[in-house]
């Protein structure tokens, strides 16, 4: 079954703690993509990846870091310097060449 | 600056009406649009998507309109049922960029009540 699993589902962090979302993808994608959505705001980039080993800032990067070591994974560190972290976190993959873009289940991220 | 627009953030239908979710874009370069349906704490699933070189796509209940000179879309679903309540975000992406990314607009939640 090709995917993209996130994990965990809900997450909590004492203030002040970096923190490691896991994004992987078994549907051969070049492209891997983070969002976080928050009420009212939509769906807004953190970062993005086209290739291994390549990412570029989305819009709201700061407070945020990623790697791609591998090409089915795209983890995402929040780090204590994101002074609002708590928000629904999204990953999704896509082909280069391709628009359609594919969700994973998302992450919750609470910080106490 | 939102290069992407959702300017109703809800829209509320009666059930076997029809339901008309708007979007506005900024950017001329943009030349493909697409459709997500999102329920809560779940992920976006695509729905549908046009070309700029269209002006109309169909499938099934789901019509996506294009007004290039107005820089406008809409999505129309029709009859709209009480599974289609979720929220809807239209997404813009210029092929032409290097850059590969998406832009989404805030979102309208659509309710459709029996």
């Known amino acids: 079954d090709g995917g993209i699993t996130q994990s965990p589902k809900y997450l909590f962090r004492k203030e002040g703690q970096n923190v490691t979302l896991s994004c992987e993808q078994n549907?051969?994608?070049?492209?891997m993509y983070w969002y976080r959505q928050d009420p009212g705001q939509g769906l807004r980039l953190i970062y993005y990846?086209?290739?291994?080993?390549?990412?570029q800032k989305g819009d709201i990067a700061e407070g945020y870091s990623v790697s791609r070591e591998k090409k089915e994974s795209f983890p995402l560190t929040v780090t204590s310097a994101q002074k609002n972290p708590t928000a629904f976190y999204l990953c999704?993959?896509?082909?280069?060449?391709?628009?359609?873009?594919?969700f994973g289940p998302g992450t919750r991220l609470t910080v106490l | 600056d939102q290069q992407v627009k959702q300017n109703s953030p809800s829209l509320s239908v009666q059930e076997g009406r029809i339901s008309i979710l708007n979007c506005d874009y900024t950017?001329?370069?943009?030349?493909?649009f697409l459709w997500y349906k999102k329920y809560p704490a779940e992920g976006p699933t695509f729905l549908i998507s046009?070309?700029?070189?269209?002006d109309k796509n169909e499938d099934g209940r789901f019509t996506v309109f294009l007004n290039k000179s107005a820089k406008h879309l809409s999505l129309h679903i029709v009859p709209s049922q009480p599974g289609d309540s979720a929220v809807y975000f239209c997404?813009?992406?210029?092929?032409?960029?290097?850059?590969?990314?998406?832009?989404f607009g805030r979102g309208t939640q659509l309710t459709v009540w029996p």
């Open positions: 999704a993959s896509s082909i280069v060449s391709d628009n359609e873009q594919f």
């Open positions: 549907l051969n994608h070049d492209a």
């Open positions: 990846s086209q290739i291994v080993n390549d990412f």
């Open positions: 950017n001329s370069m943009f030349d493909y």
């Open positions: 046009i070309s700029s070189i269209k």
């Open positions: 997404a813009a992406i210029d092929r032409g960029s290097t850059l590969g990314r998406l832009y």
